[in-house]
């Protein structure tokens, strides 16, 4: 028996109170009558740390698979709680699908949920022009049945290669990647062609609705860097009936997502014994290094700001996108020193970090909607991102805040980066990265780890 094997029947010995009110013929539970016994699944010191996992898994993952429905035609993973965020976002998914994967015999369910993705793409691609093709949109709603081509008319943070390469280190679903890595190419190749206007490697917003705020809905919904977007039509391209589609700001956040998904896919093909595509991407990804270590990086600020897309002007304001590059290994050696002295001044330390704007911004609001909250998500990957380049203590400091709040004021969307106080939906699908934090070893003082992982 292989070390995998052993954990999988360990584990599920250790879950003997893991129940299913109903199971579907590819492995998945659909409804809610599943639950997680932590104490059989986790071991820490601290029983407040099993509370709270227990918590995570049964309200944040296991509680949101939901049964076939509409567009959707596997099982699928909703994004909030009863009617909020009802469908299957990008981003929201990947998290949960990450410690879902934790659990033996998922493996159809978790095939399941990615293939509502490509399935999604396969049908936009059989109704929109060739340039179009490609895109996933930022959620699929299962009730949208007749307009779905229409609306949502724009994407989400391109993830679904870093949720891809987790599942695989957790479960080693080849399946998944040889059903997965083509489609997943296809989206990448959309998002610079289509938000990489000027071929720079430096990535955009935008939206076919040519409504504004669909474009901020690309990324983090209310950034205060594109306070000035404006959506205009394709620099190069003049093709008939095309609109004002594409945004006029580049972003270091949404640059960086599509840079760590494909370092994911790059690895993924190797897996596969794709060379080819693990040299095509492994080109676009030198390509936006540069470009953003060139014109994004800001010594002043000690981080990446976004940049005009038709002059390369920086947008001076930092905010939670800035620090994304960390996770992507974009940064040089000198430049995440200057990122961690920059982290530990009075422009990032509020009491619950980390503001999703530069506290010293006019427009800092502790309890605002991206501009100056705390997201548990991105506090983790920036963790992950300071951890990677070797300092443990401020990865640290912000796992042990993010989850002694959590302690505190319960599992929610978002939280006040002054009181800590919850915002926003309970029970957010994305807001399991509290747990993550700790199974990733990124806390000092809040210890949790699998139970024979």
């Known amino acids: 028996m292989n070390r995998r094997e052993f954990a999988a029947k360990t584990l599920v010995a250790a879950m003997g109170s893991l129940l299913a009110s ?40 296991l509680g949101k698979i939901k049964p076939p429905e509409g567009t959707l035609k596997h099982c699928w993973m909703q994004a909030g709680t009863g009617d909020a965020f009802y469908g299957q976002w990008i981003w929201d998914a990947m998290f949960v699908v990450d410690l879902l994967a934790i659990l033996p015999g998922q493996e159809g369910l978790i095939r399941g949920i990615f293939q509502n993705y490509w399935d999604f793409q396969t049908r936009w691609n059989a109704r929109r022009p060739e340039y179009a093709h490609g895109m996933i949109a930022c959620m699929i709603e299962p009730r949208n049945t007749t307009g779905w081509n229409e609306m949502p008319a724009y994407s989400q943070i391109p993830i679904l290669g870093w949720g891809l390469e987790r599942v ?24 610079w062609r289509e938000r990489d206007v000027t071929n720079m490697g430096l990535v955009a917003v935008g939206s076919y609705s040519e409504v504004i705020q669909h474009g901020r809905y690309e990324t983090f919904d209310n ?19 095309e609109g004002n589609w594409y945004g006029d700001i580049c972003l270091p956040g949404i640059t960086s997502y599509l840079v760590s998904s494909e370092c994911s896919l790059v690895r993924l093909a190797k897996v596969l014994g794709d060379t080819a595509m693990a ?18 990086w800001d010594e002043e600020s000690g981080t990446f700001l976004a940049v005009k897309r038709d002059t390369l002007e920086k947008v001076r304001v930092a905010t939670i996108g800035s620090w994304m590059p960390l996770m992507s290994n974009i940064p040089t050696r000198a430049m995440t020193r200057r990122m961690a002295r920059a982290f530990m001044t009075e422009h990032w330390q509020t009491p619950l970090p980390i503001p999703t704007v ?7 609001d502790p309890h605002s909607y991206w ?18 380049h070797g300092y443990p203590r401020i990865a640290a400091d912000i796992a042990d805040k993010t989850i002694a709040n959590a302690l505190k004021n319960g599992i929610s969307e978002h939280y006040d980066s002054v009181t800590g106080k919850p915002l926003g939906v309970p029970f957010l699908g994305m807001t399991c990265t509290i747990l993550t934090l700790m199974l990733d070893g990124l806390s000092s003082r809040h210890k949790l780890k699998l139970r024979h992982g």
């Open 279 to 296: 040299r095509r991407r492994q080109l676009r990804i030198a390509k936006a290094v540069a470009a953003m270590r060139r014109h994004m």
């Open 168 to 191: 695989y280190k957790r479960n080693g679903d080849k399946e998944l990647l040889r059903k997965s890595l083509g489609p997943l190419e296809s989206f990448h190749e959309w998002y």
């Open 223 to 241: 950034e205060v860097n594109l306070d000035g977007l404006k959506l205009t039509p394709h620099p190069v391209r003049k093709g008939a009936g």
């Open 22 to 61: 109903r199971w579907v013929a590819n492995g998945g539970p659909v409804t809610g009558g599943l639950a997680v016994n932590a104490r059989g699944m986790f071991e820490s010191n601290d029983p407040d740390l099993i509370r709270l996992a227990e918590e995570v898994y049964n309200q944040c993952v």
């Open 358 to 364: 530069d506290r010293k911004d006019p427009r800092f």
């Open 371 to 388: 501009r100056g909250d705390v997201w548990p998500a991105p506090n983790y990957q920036v963790a992950c991102g300071f951890a990677r």
